[in-house]
């Protein structure tokens, strides 16, 4: 797993049992579309879109479901919660730190304050976010993390593709391409080595 990141002084770290009822609300929303979502043999990270204390959307990653890169759970629940004529009074709630994409999205649209299930196994972007002016409260919420660790334990390779990392095994084998590619190189350099010998002589 993920080395424990450095946080934002921004991110305030706070246990869902002392959550508001507004945010408990909310967050338990998103876990239960994260629970859904391994049991679809998805990426199991669930999101919601809460508006004085009402969820107005919740989804969950769909990307291995439907075929979409782009089917976070943070980007379905608002493509879910479809036109808002602002997002200034609503909060994100996201069982995994965002990852870039959807760190752009929140900051894109104005969103002024998520919630986090875990940054423990992957980090997300909590400087950019900070650094926009979001408020980012981090539960360090066991269940999602379990769920998470099941997931990237069961299906690494989906994992990697979801966050755009190469697997160890793609890695490896692009070293052992370069290798070929480095090797193919020295013989053609030897052949031409060979022949400035052959006129030499
Ligand atoms: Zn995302």
Redesign the pocket.
């Known amino acids: 797993m993920t080395a424990p990141v450095a946080l934002p002084p921004s991110v305030r770290r706070i246990a869902f049992d002392d959550l508001d009822p507004a945010d408990r609300v909310g967050y338990e929303a998103a876990f239960e579309q994260a629970d859904t979502g391994l049991s679809e043999g998805g990426v199991p990270v669930g999101s919601s879109i809460v508006r004085n204390g009402e969820v107005i959307a919740s989804r969950r990653n769909r990307r291995v479901q439907e075929g979409d890169p782009i089917a976070?759970?943070?980007?379905n629940a608002l493509r879910l919660a479809g036109r808002q004529p602002t997002y200034r009074d609503v909060t994100l709630h996201t069982t995994l730190a965002?990852?870039m994409?959807?760190t752009g999205t929140i900051i894109q649209f104005k969103i002024p304050r998520i919630v986090v299930g875990e940054a423990q196994t992957f980090p997300g972007n909590f400087d950019v976010l900070a650094e926009a002016g979001v408020e980012i409260l981090l539960l360090d919420h066991g269940p999602s993390i379990d769920l998470m660790t099941r997931f990237q334990t069961e299906y690494p390779e989906v994992w990697a593709e979801d966050i755009a990392e190469d697997t160890a095994e793609d890695i490896a084998e692009d070293i052992a391409e370069d290798i070929a590619e480095d090797t193919a190189e020295d013989t053609a350099d030897d052949a031409a080595d060979d022949t400035l010998d052959d006129t030499a002589h």
Not at 72 to 75: A, I, N
């Open positions: 976070h759970g943070e980007m965002p990852c994409m959807c």
